[in-house]
């Protein structure tokens, strides 16, 4: 059984970088072909797909957070991190970390339950 926890601070002041890491157990994330995603869900607001890394280290990332969003991972620790910088209350969500069957799927079988992020001074 695969499960993801995501973790990281509840509240990050306006302007700062938001880190997150998702740790994996029950596989790992360098199994071809999965891809591991962050999904962001604003108060109020659907589901917001904002990146992945897939099972090779290829990242990939939504073109409107791109500027902002980094995915990078420990293989080691069967980790894998989101970072996104410069961030303004509407960065203000809860954050998931999934797993999609491959990458553009949109398949995702598994995900971590989820941790709020406040952005707030």
């Known amino acids: 059984q695969v499960q993801l926890q995501e973790s990281g601070p509840g509240l990050v002041k306006p302007s700062q970088t938001l880190s997150l890491t998702c740790t994996v157990s029950?596989?790992?994330?360098?199994?071809?072909?999965?891809?591991w995603s962050w999904i962001r869900q604003p108060p109020g607001k659907g589901l917001e797909w904002m990146g992945a890394?897939?099972?090779?280290?290829?990242?990939h990332y939504s073109p409107s957070l791109k500027s902002r969003t980094s995915i990078s991972r420990d293989t080691s620790k069967n980790q894998f991190t989101l970072q996104l910088s410069s961030v303004t209350p509407e960065d203000t969500a809860v954050y998931y970390c999934?797993?999609?069957?491959?990458?553009?799927?949109?398949?995702?079988?598994?995900w971590g339950q989820g941790t709020q992020v406040t952005v707030s001074s």
């Open positions: 890394v897939e099972y090779s280290g290829s990242t």
């Open positions: 999934a797993r999609d069957q491959t990458y553009g799927s949109s398949w995702y079988d598994y």
């Open positions: 029950g596989g790992s994330i360098t199994t071809s072909y999965y891809a």
